[in-house]
C-alpha cells in the first residue's frame, strides 16, 4: 500500500524530509496490508503521525530515532492549545501509541516511549499556573545567579524573564534574531504558527536582563556562527528547545513551593497573570498569538478557580 506525501499541519512552518516520508510510507502499510485497517483508519492514523513529525521536525529532530515520552507529551499540549477537542488528542495519542509500538519492533526506535503515554482525560483540565508572588521569586533567583557574569547566567536570567514578560511559545523564543527587539519601544516581533507576525511589549525587568544580555552575555558567546540569533546556547549557535526547558524545569526547582514547569507553564502563568491585573481576553489573544479566542477563554476559569480558593480560603462562611 502506497501514500501520497502527507501534508504538514497548515501552522507549520516545516516539512518532513524524505527519511519521514519513508517512514510514513511503511507505517501506513503495515496499518493497511499487515493489520487490515481501512483506509479511512490509515488516513487519520498516517495524518496523525505526519503532524507528529512536522512538530518534531520544528522542535530539531532530524530522525525518528531521536522521538521521546517529553516530545510525546510536548506535542499532545501542542495540539490541545490549537483547540483540538479532547475526543481528537485522545485519538492521536492513540495513534502515536500505535505507530513509536510499531517504530520499536522495527528497529526505529531504541525504547517505546508511547508505552508511557496516557489518554488524554475527557475532560479538559486547567493548566499549571505559578502564584505572581511565586514568579517574582523565580525572576529574582535569575538575578542573584546572573551577578556573577557568567554568560550562560546571564542568559538563563533573560531566558526566564523573556517568556514570562511576554508569554510567547518556547519555539518563538529560540527562533528570536536579535533585529527582532525593539529596546526603545520595549517590544519584541514575534513569528509565531503559520509565519504570522505580532508585536508583543514587555516590561522594565525584562529591558534590564536584555540590556545586560546584549552588553556582558552575547558577547561572550558569540561566534561566527551565532548569525543573528539573539539567544545563544553554550557552543555560540542558536540555543535550541531542549535547552531552554532544562533551564526553566532547573531554575523552577529553586522555588520553594512551586509547581514543576516548563516554558509552557511560564506562558500560562502570563495569561493568567495579566487577566488577574485586570486584562481584556481579546488584549491577552493578541500577546498570546491564539488564533481563536475559544483557546485564550480557558484562563478566565484559571483565574475564577484561584480566586474561588482564595475566597474559600480567606471568608469566614466560604
Do not use: N
Not at 45 to 68: E, K, M, N
Amino acid at each position: 500500500m502506497s501514500v501520497r506525501a502527507p501534508e504538514a499541519p497548515p501552522s507549520s512552518e516545516h516539512t518532513l524530509g524524505p527519511g519521514f516520508l519513508a517512514v510514513l510510507e511503511d507505517f501506513a502499510t503495515h496499518l493497511g496490508v499487515e493489520l487490515g485497517r481501512s483506509p479511512h483508519t490509515v488516513r487519520a492514523y498516517v495524518g496523525d503521525i505526519s503532524r507528529l513529525l512536522t512538530y518534531a521536525c520544528s522542535q530539531g529532530a532530524d530522525s525518528v530515532r531521536h522521538l521521546d515520552l517529553t516530545d510525546l507529551r510536548s506535542w499532545l499540549s501542542h495540539e490541545s492549545e490549537d483547540g483540538h477537542a479532547r475526543a481528537t488528542l485522545a485519538r492521536r495519542a492513540a495513534s502515536a501509541r500505535v505507530f513509536t509500538a510499531w517504530a520499536h519492533r522495527r528497529g526505529l526506535l531504541e525504547t517505546d516511549p508511547g508505552d508511557r503515554l496516557a489518554t488524554p482525560s475527557t475532560h479538559r483540565t486547567l493548566p499549571g499556573v505559578l502564584k505572581q508572588a511565586e514568579a517574582a521569586a523565580l525572576m529574582d533567583i535569575a538575578l542573584i545567579a546572573s551577578d556573577d557574569g557568567d554568560p550562560l547566567h546571564v542568559r538563563d536570567r533573560l531566558v526566564l524573564e523573556m517568556l514570562y514578560a511576554t508569554g510567547m511559545r518556547v519555539g518563538e523564543l529560540v527562533g528570536l534574531d536579535v533585529d527582532d527587539v525593539d529596546t526603545a519601544r520595549r517590544t519584541v516581533r514575534v513569528l509565531g504558527k503559520g509565519s504570522k507576525e505580532r508585536t508583543v511589549p514587555y516590561g522594565p525587568p525584562a529591558q534590564r536582563a536584555l540590556d545586560s544580555w546584549l552588553s556582558g552575555g552575547r558577547p561572550g558567546l558569540l561566534i561566527p556562527e551565532s548569525g543573528a540569533a539573539l539567544i545563544l546556547g553554550a557552543r555560540g549557535r542558536r540555543i535550541d528547545v531542549r535547552t531552554v526547558r532544562a533551564v526553566v524545569h532547573r531554575m523552577m526547582g529553586h522555588v520553594a513551593g512551586a509547581p514543576d514547569l516548563g516554558p509552557h507553564g511560564l506562558r500560562h502563568s502570563a495569561a493568567t497573570h495579566l487577566l488577574e491585573g485586570g486584562a481584556d481576553l481579546r488584549s491577552v489573544q493578541e500577546i498570546l498569538g491564539h488564533a481563536t479566542l475559544a483557546t485564550t477563554q480557558i484562563y478566565t476559569h484559571v483565574s475564577v478557580e484561584r480566586l474561588r480558593a482564595t475566597y474559600e480560603q480567606a471568608h469566614p462562611r466560604a
